[in-house]
């Protein structure tokens, strides 16, 4: 019966599995920041998509100037999309590399740097700091899943 | 023997991983379902984007007025994307958060109600609806990612 | 304590799982490529889309002239999106149909044909070779991913 209850808690309780957990919600939580600050910045910029969207802000033709594109808008949609190229392969070789028995330093050692660097590639994005600070940013997440998926492949090799 | 035999198992075996599975498939059915969408309307509304996929259309440059943008089409590509941006992280920390010994009762409310909000997202911004209707249900749909994610996160802590 | 070393590596040991791990991290890799393949048409085409990223190319309105669209940018970016909307339903599906415990030499099929359709979807859209090469590529990906739902459903089913 005891073996029956930790079903469920096993993999948890896998440190490596912990950390894997801890940093997959921390960048996902980070990507779903994107969606609130789109949301702040169309809102104060007043620039929407869908007319459904400016129906309270005025009647007939005067809504329609606020259906437009704004520059901060798109510069946080790139942001957001470029989270979702980046993370979802993090996430998901992450999770494969997490099941693959690494040492937990080096597994600590590539979740933390990605995690550093796509937090990074945020504030390089949005403020934006100056090239080549994004791309870099960007070459160290992507390195590391590379890293794992190394990893990965080489221990569940079944082709 | 038997041990070995259930590894595969076990996991499917457990109730909260089962309920996971299910709504996980779900949704990401719903969000395979806009593809679907998105190409009855290129198909009905002939607006595509690519040279190759008006060629059977016509010749030279009477396929060429095929090319185009049609609001229907871009409505359904930004569901999409929105699915994308909310059912990715539902997915990744559903799966961490199933993991974490939840109540059945309280995982099942969880998986249900972001189910429910994110079905009522895709009329919403398919029919369209007025607002708020779309930005209720999608802020209940992240509510529950939200709230997923501190149980895991609470669980799960190894930084 | 046998036990307690073997909790990570039992689901990295069942053969399905390691299949499964091989293809998932096949697949996202290619689509990890599209960053690359991106990347190298911005810089040999110089079209641009952020500001500081042509700094270098010139000072002032001599740089601007490199924010611009540029169609083989487009063209990989469409293919890029069509790999999110469609190995991340595959990745997730495919992890709790690996944990369904199908026979390896379904789920092989399974993953086999999948990530052969994507890898042709992806030369049928980069080259781009004539319709319907690109839509029946996704439409045979597509299907595999609809069968594997349809295993996850028929054996989690728990509403």
């Known amino acids: 019966r ?7 808690t096993q993999l948890i309780d896998n440190e490596v599995f ?3 957990a801890t940093y997959a919600a921390v960048v996902l939580l980070k990507m779903m920041l994107m969606s609130t600050i789109t949301a702040y910045f169309r809102v104060t910029r007043k620039a929407f998509v869908n007319p459904e969207d400016v129906a309270s802000l005025g009647k007939g033709e005067s809504a329609k100037k606020y259906l437009r594109t704004d ?5 946080v949609r790139r942001g ?3 989270d979702l190229e980046n993370i979802v392969p993090f996430v998901g070789i992450g999770l494969l590399y997490a099941l693959s028995s690494p040492e ?3 597994a600590l050692l590539h979740f933390r740097i990605f ?3 796509r937090i990074l590639h945020t504030f390089a994005y949005l403020i ?3 090239q080549p600070s994004r791309v870099l940013s960007w070459a ?6 590379l890293s794992m998926a190394y990893k990965v492949l080489k221990t569940a090799w079944l082709l």
Do not use: F, I, Q, W
């Not at 520059?71 to 510069?75: G, I, K, P, T």
């Not at 160290?140 to 899943?145: A, C, E, I, L």
């Open 140 to 145: 160290v997440g992507y390195s590391v899943t």
């Open 115 to 117: 995690t550093g660097a």
């Open 80 to 82: 957001h999309l470029n």
């Open 128 to 130: 934006p700091l100056p």
């Open 2 to 8: 005891r073996g029956e209850m930790a079903k469920s």
């Open 18 to 20: 912990r950390a894997y």
């Open 104 to 106: 937990l330093s080096t």
């Open 71 to 75: 520059s901060d808008v798109e510069r």
